[in-house]
């Protein structure tokens, strides 16, 4: 419980950390309807492929520095010798990572599709998606973070792209069935089960490169 109040502490002080990634989030659901003036009877159309990519681009730069200060100031080597489980911890970091900043970007996934939908049945269907692909996004966005600590996000986005296309086109699929009223719990549980994989699996991966860079 003391782990999980420290990072909401630490974060909660680090406001350009947790605001300027729903900043871009909420830019770019603005920009969209800006700049496709052919399509504005029919939003729709393209509107939830540039929801999941803001999704995506939203939670790479919520992690862009996630362990760069403690890295810099010596914390995350007192913190590794000082804990047996840092797996734990990373756990609990992406977590408060997801409270401060993919829980609202979920919430604005689904004012945003309301808004442009007008249909509240379909958008209440987006919300469950928007959370769990904001968390896989995240811990995906981690582990490439902790592969390129020290040696710039460009190669931690580089390392986790390809991991997170996946989760885009099974999101993509998502609203096909949707619109067509198939199968929607089937892509829910298949995220859900891609995300229970991640969620154990990645913070020991993390751990691992985290001791690797120290050592």
Not at 6 to 31: D, S, Y
Not at 47 to 60: G, K, N, T
Request: proline residues 4%.
């Amino acid at each position: 419980m003391n782990l999980i109040k420290l990072e909401f502490l630490k974060l909660k002080n680090k406001t350009r950390t947790w605001l300027g990634p729903i900043l871009v989030f909420w830019l770019i659901m603005i920009a969209y309807p800006l700049t496709v003036e052919f399509l504005k009877d029919k939003l729709e159309i393209g509107f939830y492929s540039v929801l999941w990519i803001a999704i995506l681009i939203s939670m790479m730069l919520a992690t862009e520095d996630i362990f760069l200060e403690d890295f810099n100031d010596g914390a995350l080597e007192q913190i590794m010798l000082q804990t047996s489980s840092y797996s734990l911890l990373v756990s609990l970091k992406v977590f408060t990572y997801w409270i401060f900043i993919g829980f609202p970007v979920s919430v604005l996934s689904f004012l945003m599709s309301f808004g442009t939908s007008e249909n509240l049945t379909a958008s209440l269907m987006v919300f469950p998606l928007s959370i769990i692909s904001s968390y896989i996004f995240l811990n995906l966005f981690v582990m490439g973070n902790a592969l390129s600590l020290n040696k710039g996000s460009v190669l931690g986005a580089i390392v986790s792209m390809p991991l997170a296309l996946p989760v885009l086109i099974v999101l993509g699929k998502s609203m096909t069935a949707i619109q067509l009223g198939i199968n929607y719990p089937g892509f829910i549980f298949l995220l859900l089960g891609c995300l229970s994989i991640i969620i154990v699996t990645v913070p020991i991966v993390v751990s691992f490169i985290v001791k690797a860079h120290l050592e």
